[in-house]
């Protein structure tokens, strides 16, 4: 698979079979994401690897409190500005609405939208999941080398057949999280991932993009 192909053929799968996937292709994977760049090559991620019992574990406690409607833990970062401003906040109902509409679910069904949401904290059938933290003395920069970092595991995934979705939903329940991997407290989680093989008869439209002139300024002659 050529990156271009693998880059476009990368999406937020939101349903996986129940195929595990082999820890010799989740070694491979993460070996070479370590080749991802940071600023001074502070390597900033730190990532647990969750699967069989202890991801099981995970999800049934996370879905029960979700589904409990139990209050999310204290936020160490705030996800979304609460004041977002277009064109951010146009994009983000817009992505609302193809994602929600695919599961045949109106806006104003708050009941249906919570059901899909609690997916989430079932990694979406996944038999696999990587969290990812950083230490909470780094900063912006470090942050975005996150970024770099997960892109680039999500990426090399395509490479071997398999699909992903980020997902700072974990960081809602970060306490449940903690209950199961055991973090140092120098650690703060950013997101999770659930990784797998894609389940072909979930229902899904393709999130779209901005044109690129929105985004994208060539200056030259
Ligand atoms: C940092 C990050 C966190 C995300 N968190 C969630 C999440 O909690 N749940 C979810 O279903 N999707 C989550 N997504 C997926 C985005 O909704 C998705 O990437 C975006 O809508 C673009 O769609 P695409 O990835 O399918 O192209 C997250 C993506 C990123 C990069």
Known sequence: ????????????????????????????????AAWAPSGSNLQPWRIY???????????????????????WDERE?????????????DRR??????????????????????RAAIANWDCFGAPAALFCYIDRGLGMPQWS???MYLQT????????????????AWSQVRETV???????DELMLFCGMSIGYEDPAVK????GRAPLAETVSFVQD
């Open 1 to 32: 698979m050529d990156v271009y192909e693998a880059v476009t053929s990368r999406r937020a799968v939101r349903g996986f079979l129940d195929i595990p996937v082999s820890p010799e292709v989740l070694e491979r994977v993460l070996s070479a």
């Open 49 to 71: 690897v969750v699967t069989g019992a202890p991801l099981t574990q995970l999800k049934k406690l996370a879905t029960e409190r979700v589904a409990n409607r139990e209050p």
């Open 77 to 89: 970062f705030v996800m979304y500005p609460a004041d977002l401003k277009s064109p951010y906040a």
């Open 93 to 114: 109902a817009a992505f609302g609405l193809e994602r929600y509409s695919a599961l045949g679910i109106v806006r104003e069904d708050w009941e249906a939208r919570q």
């Open 145 to 147: 080398d996150l970024g």
């Open 153 to 168: 595991v999500m990426l090399l995934l395509r490479a071997e057949g398999l699909h992903s979705c980020p997902q700072m």
């Open 178 to 184: 903690a209950e199961i991997l055991s973090p140092p």
């Open 204 to 207: 899904y439209i393709r999130t």
